[in-house]
């Protein structure tokens, strides 16, 4: 019997060849390469919308002291029989009992100065107070207020969004720490000044009262300044704690120590960077000078900015957030930003 032997082919296995590997390798790349940029601007979209949702708490926050106190709360504070370096703290501090899950609230004492504070009330991280674009340090280490052996340590918290001054930052004050009275280019906030909501006559809805004032730009020193802080300058960036707020007084900034601070104005455009520094000149009778940087004032604030692409988030006192950009008419930004200038704009 004869038999049979069947054979199966034998199949080679193809291989790829160097130019089809190189091939593949270069159309993953371009994939990724349009992926990456989709996908970053997703996550900003993400935290841009996160940073709305805290301003919108912080707002919220705000109208429920209104509600409590038939005021807004005031930019700035003063301790009882202190001096100009004895502020309690900044709005920020006065909402704190009207915050949805404060953790700082109940270990702030708001009858004593910021720097006699205790170390483990300033270090609190508020979350609402953070953008998540910011790219700050949640704590920052501040080695002059260290070196002048302040109770409360050099550890502060930090926050990334500012108090409108308006168009007017002649922040001094009238004597025995009354607040300014309120002027055409007057904001929301200033020191000592507890605003009512009828004394916004331009109308609440087109009335900025806070804005993003993100801590992790590089810093400059005076209006118009465009180079950079470099030590021994103190601070090099636009970082300022919640709590301490404020502007910057001679008794810090002359030895050498730069401050952005809480208050910010529509005198320089939005996202200028460098971030204008602040200086609150509390010598001889310039405390009691309200003439605005503009007009040849002593005082100045810091701009407003956002790690945002081409915009800002803004509080305004209704209540609504609004984006604004980048490119806005300064002349609408600086209207916004009024209380009492008397011309209604509508939001661009």
């Known amino acids: ?18 130019v089809e590997l190189l091939v593949v390798i270069a159309i993953i790349g371009i994939l990724i390469g349009l992926l990456l940029p989709a996908v970053q601007a997703a996550r900003e979209a993400v935290r841009r919308m996160k940073c709305g ?32 370096i004895d502020s309690v ?27 006699l504070q205790s170390p483990q009330a300033v270090r609190v991280v508020e979350a609402v107070y953070l953008c998540p674009s910011d ?5 920052h280490v501040y080695p002059f207020i260290g070196g002048s052996g302040a109770p409360s ?30 002027g055409t280019h007057c904001g929301v906030f200033a020191p000592n000044s507890w605003l009512r909501l009828a004394q916004i006559t331009d109308g609440t809805s087109n009335s900025i009262a806070i804005g993003e004032a993100a801590s992790g730009f590089k810093m400059c020193e005076g209006i118009g300044c465009r180079t950079p802080n470099r030590p021994p300058f103190g601070e090099a960036t636009a ?19 730069r401050y952005s601070g809480a208050f910010a104005s529509t005198v320089e455009q939005l996202n200028k960077n460098p971030v204008t520094d602040s200086l609150f000149n509390v010598t001889g009778n ?5 003439t605005p940087s503009w007009q040849g004032g002593p005082h100045r604030t810091a701009n407003f900015r956002s790690f945002h692409t081409g915009g800002a988030n803004f509080g305004f006192c209704d209540g609504s957030i609004q984006y604004l950009t980048q490119g806005i008419d300064m002349t609408t930004f ?12 509508a939001i661009p």
Request: aromatic share 14%; hydrophobic share 40%; glycine share 12%.
């Open 135 to 139: 790219t700050a340090e949640l704590l």
């Open 53 to 84: 949702n805290n301003m919108k708490q912080i707002m919220l926050a705000m109208h429920n002291y209104e509600s409590a106190m038939r005021k807004l709360p005031a930019g700035l504070v003063w301790s009882k029989g202190g001096g100009e």
């Open 239 to 257: 970082v300022f704690g919640w709590l301490v707020g404020g502007v910057n007084l001679p008794a810090f900034y002359d030895p050498g120590f």
């Open 1 to 18: 019997m004869r038999t049979y032997q069947f054979r199966i082919p034998h199949k080679s296995r193809a291989a790829f060849t160097l």
């Open 89 to 115: 703290g900044s709005a920020f501090v006065g909402i704190l009992p009207y915050l949805e899950e404060s953790n700082a609230f109940k270990l702030i004492n708001p009858d004593i100065p910021w720097y």
């Open 286 to 290: 310039s405390k009691f000078n309200r």
């Open 153 to 182: 340590g050099d550890t502060y918290a930090t926050c990334s969004y500012g108090l409108s001054v308006g168009y007017d930052d002649g922040i001094g004050f009238l004597p025995g720490f009354l607040g300014r009275s309120i």
């Open 334 to 345: 600086r209207l916004l930003s009024s209380v009492a200038d008397g011309e209604v704009v």
